[in-house]
């Protein structure tokens, strides 16, 4: 199977702008979970969606807002760009079946650049 | 704030010497998992431990679950330079991790 797939792999924007990033998960998982990485906080968990509705939220302000389609890809956006909000996002996928925590399959994230 | 602690921050050892990880958490884990990213890479999964006490190998990898299911540790014998990277530790009912610690490995 192929494995999570991002794009952009890398994005440079302005303060003010917004971005929309994109995540298709392996086929057959129906979760998608999006994450932000920064050297300073590590791995910040955003929101996680399954069937199109999100599960799961994270501690992030309404800026960063999400969606899930009904292939399982998703999309990430980020309003208002901060110079903070400089990171790399990271997509995972899962197949989140009931019972125990399944294994999270990462894609190899989309690189932020805010100026 | 992060709910699961992770230490050392950076751990630098020679090739050949031994290395661990710790993880706690300040509540019970469900269970939990451990993964590693290595530079300019993303996180890979390594293993999910679930049972109280639990002890799994990966050849020279040994991951362990307390007893109280409050901590875990991973403990790499013998390292060398392909160790090299960013060992998570994971709540993945929370969807939290550590704040991971990186490993580097001289020759």
């Known amino acids: 199977k192929a494995g999570v797939t991002q794009t952009p792999r890398y994005l440079i924007k302005t303060r003010g702008q917004q971005v929309t990033l994109s995540c298709s998960p392996i086929?057959?998982?129906?979760?998608v979970s999006w994450y932000q990485q920064t050297p300073g906080q590590g791995l910040q968990f955003l929101f996680e969606?399954?069937?199109?509705?999100?599960?799961n939220k994270g501690n992030f302000p309404g800026r960063f807002s999400g969606r899930q389609f009904s292939n399982s890809r998703s999309e990430m956006n980020v309003s208002t760009l901060e110079l903070g909000d400089s990171a790399l996002y990271l997509c995972?996928?899962?197949?989140?079946?009931?019972?125990?925590?399944?294994?999270?399959?990462f894609g190899p994230g989309t690189r932020l650049t805010v100026l | 704030g992060q709910q699961v602690m992770q230490i050392p921050q950076y751990q630098h050892v020679q090739e050949g010497e031994d290395f661990t990880t710790y993880c706690n958490s300040s509540?019970?884990?469900?269970?939990i998992q451990w993964y590693k990213q290595r530079p300019g890479g993303h996180p890979v999964f390594l293993i999910q431990?679930?049972?109280?006490?639990e002890v799994k190998k990966q050849k020279r990898l040994t991951f362990q679950f307390g007893e109280a299911k409050k901590n875990s540790s991973l403990h790499i014998t013998a390292t060398q330079t392909t160790d090299v990277g960013t060992y998570f530790c994971?709540?993945?009912?929370?969807?939290?991790f550590g704040a991971g610690t990186r490993l580097t490995v001289k020759p």
């Open positions: 995972a996928s899962s197949e989140r079946t009931s019972g125990i925590s399944d294994t999270q399959y």
């Open positions: 086929s057959g998982h129906r979760s």
């Open positions: 969606y399954f069937s199109e509705t999100q599960r």
């Open positions: 509540t019970t884990l469900s269970n």
């Open positions: 431990l679930v049972k109280s006490g």
């Open positions: 994971a709540d993945p009912n929370d969807m939290r």
